[in-house]
């Protein structure tokens, strides 16, 4: 899509200093230029970071890009250490590339860039059938005649089941729940890169990239035992009955879309000045849209085009109070509800309840919620009903006691897995974590929790984050959840503020 749009305004001043803070963290090299590249075979760029900082920090997860893998650091990063990155390149296009990916680290507000650019003459006879290998040796596995995906036990090397496995890719996401077979085909996936998602109850979640083609025989990947003591490992009995592996169509971006994505990056790209907008055109784009992008925000060109709208207002509600089908998609929310102790203090519970049941008044038989609770484990206390059910989810939205700790991480995890099992296809899907933010979960980290939303976000599930208390830290937190998650960051401190809160964030979501 193209953007025309007229800019104008000042803060010269401003844009100087925004700009000498980007720069007081960067990479070395600035820019990595291959150079003209005969026989391209995806190789590595290899770049450092030092900390300048008299700080820790550390790097925030990125999300799945469909011709860029970048291989960061774990853990953090101490005041004046040099870390290295690494970063593939896929593209099966010749010529001239330019690619720049924003990498955002914690306490720091503004991205570092990672650029790279060359030109590429010819490929390599392997550039489109190796797999690009990051960080680790590949390793060699025994092979079959149909395309699979093994999970394997990392200490004892036991061929698993009862895995969730999602396979983000370039075109449509695939999505198996549960498996009762010990390998996983791949007959409908397509070439490209693709993140892999593996979850098994007891076992830590493990993300992973490999780059699928027609000669690709078999995917192992290698997860390990949870060292929490109350998760249990599931065992689910073998069947001879084929697992079910969904498709997810990704979500098509339409004009508005389209124009609203632009727009932010248009806010970012001259941040501190006044913009003034005159008129907005989309038109077909093609070639690369990294480049093409850029060639709009350099041609910035006035038109007296004005766009026909259709201003005919369409009800929100019905004269039952559901919302109106024809304005509204179908939605598929699963609330996530923290019930630790710090949730009885300033009436909390009461403005979640209250904010909750006037959502429950305005869905539909054929919207979807599902209730999950946290304080000492996670549980489902509503499986995933219809809209129509009610009396049955106000019912248990009124039994929300809050007491115990705060292990929201393991809940945001079965949030997920059950957003994905009731996955709408063009309505909205929705996890809304309620929660005072004091999260202390042991074995979770933040960045897990972040890469956990941007994960789902890639396949159309979107976070809210609705934020109850004072903590600063835990503010800051909920805020950078919901950003990965796509979604909005809700903070309520009055019953006034609770009333419309999550109804109004449900419908701007599911506006078709």
Known sequence: MLLRLVYRGFGVLLILLTTQAVFAQQLSPNSYNYGKVKLWNNPKAQLTFTNTSRKKMLFLPIPYQRNLYVHLPDGYIMPGETVEIEAIYYTENLGNFSVQQPLYLSGWNEPVYLSLKGKISSFHPDAHIACPNMGQEQ?????????????????????????DLLLVGPNKNFFVERTRKKSIPLK?????????????????????????????????????????EFDVIEKVPESEVPDEIVEIDKPKETDQDAIERLRKKMDEKFKGKTIIERDVMVVKESGDSAQEEETVFNDVIETDTVPIVDNTPQEDFSSSGELNPEKYVSNNVVFLIDESSSMMLNEKMDMLKLSMKNVVTALRAD??????????????????????KKDIINAVIDSLTPGGRSYGAEGLAMS???????????????????????????????RDMYSMAQTHASVGIITTVVGFGKNKEAMAFMQNLSKNG?????????????QDALLSEIMQNALR
């Open 139 to 163: 390793k060699e596995e025994a092979t079959s005649q149909i395309a699979e995906v093994i999970i394997k036990d990392k200490v004892t090397g036991e061929i698993l089941n009862g895995v």
């Open 188 to 228: 409908k996936v397509g070439t490209g890169l693709y993140q892999i998602d593996v979850s098994k109850p007891g076992y830590i979640s493990k993300q992973d990239v490999v780059y699928i083609n027609k000669t690709t025989q078999q995917i192992v990947i290698e997860i390990e035992r949870s060292p929490r």
């Open 367 to 388: 919207d979807r919620v599902t209730i999950i609770v946290y304080s000492k484990h996670a549980q489902v206390r509503l499986a995933s009903t219809t809209g129509d």
């Open 416 to 446: 997920y897995r059950f957003a994905k099992r009731n996955f709408i296809s063009g309505g909205n899907n929705q996890l809304i974590l309620a929660t005072d933010g004091l999260f202390n979960s042991p074995d979770y980290t933040q």
């Open 486 to 498: 796509d979604g909005s960051f809700i903070k309520i401190k009055t019953a006034g503020e609770a």
